[in-house]
């Protein structure tokens, strides 16, 4: 169960059906996310495998961490590594995450809450579960999403974005069918609190047994819908989708996403991701925590790495304790 929720969604602001006249983005593929396991072994599915890269372009990869109920003991997170020339997106859906970085920065968040971290030109990154979590176990579900950055902006100096739950714009379709958490991007005249470099839509929806979704989507972005839990179907040829599975869109106006009738007794609803951007169309030179332009400055990069120009891990590492610490 997401962590964000309303007791009565009727009373949230509504999103309008699109007029009679909006083109609705047919399904071009489905694909199913495969299962592994990250950093120091938290499980994950990498959602938008198997998309090529010029129909996610800006985005480069999602994954989702967990679902999963870890023991006391169990949690585990990444080790420090470092990024250059895109952004990393990490949303918690349920449970606490901690990121520390070389320059001092990072932050706690937890239920709800989404860190944007602009790496720039580069720094070093850890991410775990705070210690009070790996004693006790619990809940733990997220996703990472890697935006990419234009050429332009590969080299700026890195930064945080501690967005909390309770920024998120929460909307509701015409008939009240769903819960839906606006991140980052417009819907419906409602803004997400995430500030972009390239233009682009994250939301997060929740829709109730049976219900559907219609929304209006800019033309000149692309349209995915990941399928985090439930079941149900997309696009006006209403193609079954289910847990860890993607939908890319074609072109048009609108998106199209209905949940089954009968969902898993655990579950509110169907549980999806709405994403979609501008395009950036430049060359990705991309090699593991690095994406640039060029062969040649993802070569400079592995160089810049090994000589500490991206940063070193700090002599002593002090976790942030409480939500809500920036950059």
């Known amino acids: 169960m997401p962590a964000v929720t309303v007791a009565d969604v009727t009373a949230l602001p509504r999103v309008p059906e699109p007029g009679a006249a909006a083109v609705d983005r047919r399904v071009r593929s489905v694909t199913t996310a495969p299962s592994g396991f990250e950093g120091e072994g938290f499980p994950v599915r990498r959602a938008l495998a198997g998309i090529d890269l010029r129909d996610l372009d800006p985005f480069l990869m999602m994954d989702q961490m967990g679902e999963v109920e870890y023991a006391p003991g169990e949690p585990k997170g990444t080790s420090w590594h470092p990024h250059r020339g895109f952004e990393t997106v990490t949303y918690i859906i349920d449970g606490t995450f901690e990121h520390a970085d070389s320059h001092g920065g990072g932050g706690l968040i937890t239920n709800g809450d ?9 720094l070093l990154h850890i991410e775990r579960p705070p210690e009070s979590l790996v004693m006790s176990g619990g809940l733990f579900h997220g996703l990472q999403l890697w935006v990419n950055l234009p050429k332009a902006d590969k080299w700026l100096e890195p930064r945080y974005q501690d967005l909390r739950a309770r920024e998120s714009a929460l909307l509701t379709t015409s008939d009240g069918g769903a819960l839906i958490r606006v991140i980052a991007g417009e819907l419906a005249g409602h803004a ?90 430049e060359p990705i030179a991309w090699a593991g925590p690095f994406v640039m332009n060029t062969r040649a400055e993802v070569l400079q990069t592995f160089e810049d790495y090994q000589k500490g120009k991206l940063g070193v891990v700090p002599a002593t590492y002090v976790p942030h304790g409480a939500a809500g610490g920036n950059a």
């Open 192 to 281: 997400g609190p995430g500030s972009t470099h390239t233009p682009v839509a994250m939301m997060h929806a929740t829709v109730a047994p049976g219900a559907t979704v219609r929304l209006p989507w800019r033309r000149d972005f692309n349209a995915l819908v990941y399928v985090l839990s439930g079941a149900g179907a997309v696009g006006p040829e209403k193609q079954p989708v289910r847990t860890g599975q993607a939908a890319l869109f074609g072109p048009g106006d609108t998106i199209t996403v209905s949940g089954n009738e009968k969902q898993e007794s655990r579950l509110a609803g169907l549980d999806v991701i709405f994403l979609g951007g501008q395009p950036i169309r």
């Open 114 to 122: 989404t860190q944007w971290m602009t790496a720039g030109g580069g």
